[in-house]
């Protein structure tokens, strides 16, 4: 009989897998690459370390601090300082640590022959009760269809069909200077990496999608095809998106006003689904390929646009590749990946307490607790991929296990066709419970003490 309580166990369990995280991905190292050093008192690893493992706690930093059975290593004013510096770079530190964890921990798991992607949504990072917070804005929520204050979280991450590592991430205010509740601190210096950020939140969402594609130049990350929702499909971000030497697979939005070259006309996507030859079966209606515009060079740019269908009701989905070798099925098989950064984004509000686990009103703060979230989220998806990819373990297990399956056509057809619950009501977001199902799927896959944690965190807040 076991006499040792839960907790005690799972503490134990919690802070070895914490430190052999910290450890296999040199932790040290990549805050100093990023600038993030110590100026005086704790070192910064120890306070990086005490803010990542609060989630697992079940109490916020005051609680833990006041609490009778815990001698805190440094007073709040250290965690506040750290949060709150405008000189780390905590894009950078992300960027490092996620791409060292693809080259040495996930890539090797598959074979060169799968499409790898990278992805790239924005999602709300709600602030409502928020009044004096830097750089606050009315952001539109467009699983409510309506206006919230907060801000955008754009987020550029990397799949492989069964894992999900967030890669470079930007806090975005409105771009319209109108919709800004609040304005940014003007005594930041300039050469700061506050300052940089700052400056790029206030931008439109497209520009920093690609200056955060820009910071990929020179990683080694093996992606193939870069995968965005409606919202950034239009021609001219397509045209820059395959400047970067990714293919482009992405779902469309029929727009009046957004236009594609077909047979020398130029005509929208209603218009080309009329005009275009349909099968009279299956959930595949039509492909074609149409021209986007024309390149740098003057080469019109060519797409292929599948149409899938839904045969209970009269509408339908358009997908678009660059890729015009890509087979339909194939298509739809690689666009199903995108849906990996859904689940990341409800995992990371719902258990993780993004947005929730500090209300500090600095830019900073946000930043800063934002990144720390993102690198909690790569440690579980390291032990949700160890838990089911027997080659994980390496050597022996290497050579006689067959590499995780690839999503299914069928599954991605699937989470298309789901598409259309929303169709109606001219809501382009993926069902909620949807969402839910995959959540629950990565949850049931991570060891039993994180998963016990995770919970209770998540019924307290």
């Known amino acids: 009989m076991n006499i040792i309580p839960y907790e005690h166990v799972d503490d134990k369990q919690i802070s070895t897998n914490i430190s052999a995280f910290f450890k296999e991905v040199g932790l040290s ?13 704790a070192g910064c690893r120890i306070v990086f370390a ?12 005051f609680q833990l601090l006041d ?5 805190p290593p440094f007073a709040k004013d250290v965690v506040y300082r750290f949060l709150n510096s405008v000189n780390y770079n905590w894009q950078k ?20 022959e799968r499409k790898n992607v990278l992805i790239i949504d924005d999602s709300t990072y709600s602030r409502n009760r928020s009044k004096t917070v830097e750089l606050l804005a009315r952001v539109f929520d467009h699983a409510r269809s309506k206006y919230i204050k907060g801000f955008r979280l754009l987020t550029l991450g990397w799949s492989d069909g069964n894992t999900f590592i967030p890669l470079v991430f ?11 509740l609040c304005s940014a601190k003007e005594d930041i210096d300039k050469r700061t990496n506050g300052y940089r950020r700052r400056k790029q939140c206030t931008q439109k969402a497209t520009e920093v999608m690609f200056e955060l594609l820009e910071q990929l130049k020179g990683l080694s990350i093996p992606a193939q095809y870069l995968l965005f929702d409606s919202w950034f499909a239009f021609p001219k971000v397509i045209k820059k998106a395959v400047e970067y030497e990714f293919e482009v697979v992405c779902r469309l939005k029929a727009m009046h006003r957004v236009y594609y070259y077909y047979q020398g006309k130029k005509i929208n996507l ?25 390149d740098n060079q003057g080469k019109m740019l060519k797409a292929r646009i599948v149409f899938i269908r839904n045969n209970e009701k009269n509408n339908w989905v358009a997908l678009l590749t660059t890729d015009l070798d890509l087979p339909k099925e194939e298509i739809i098989r690689t666009y199903g990946k995108r849906w990996d950064i859904e689940v990341f984004f409800k ?29 909690r989220y790569i440690m579980l998806a390291l032990e949700s991929r160890r838990s089911q990819d027997d080659r994980s373990f390496g050597g022996m297990f290497f050579d006689l296990c067959d590499e995780l399956e690839d999503i299914r056509f069928a599954q991605a057809l699937l989470l298309i066709i789901d598409l259309f619950k929303q169709a ?3 809501c382009l977001m993926i069902a909620e419970e949807k969402i839910d199902e995959l959540l629950d799927y990565f949850m049931d896959l991570l060891p039993a003490f994180l998963k016990r944690r995770l919970e209770f965190s998540s019924c307290e807040s």
């Open 93 to 112: 530190f992300l960027l490092l640590l996620g791409s060292r964890v693809i080259s040495k921990k996930v890539a090797p798991l598959s074979s060169e």
């Open 50 to 61: 005490f803010i990542f493992r609060l989630i697992f706690t079940g109490k916020n930093l």
């Open 29 to 41: 190292t990549i805050l100093k690459q990023s600038n993030i050093r110590k100026l005086r008192g």
């Open 67 to 71: 609490s009778d059975n815990y001698e």
């Open 170 to 180: 930007s806090l975005l205010s409105s771009a319209k200077e109108k919709n800004r």
């Open 270 to 294: 209603k218009q080309l689904y009329a005009a275009v030859k349909k099968k009279r079966s299956g959930n595949i209606a039509a492909s074609v390929v149409v021209g986007l515009g024309r």
């Open 347 to 375: 995992m990371n509000k719902s258990y993780l307490k993004l947005a929730k686990e500090f209300q500090g009103r600095s830019y900073d703060m946000m930043v800063a607790h934002t990144a720390i979230v993102f690198t």
């Open 424 to 426: 109606l009501k001219d």
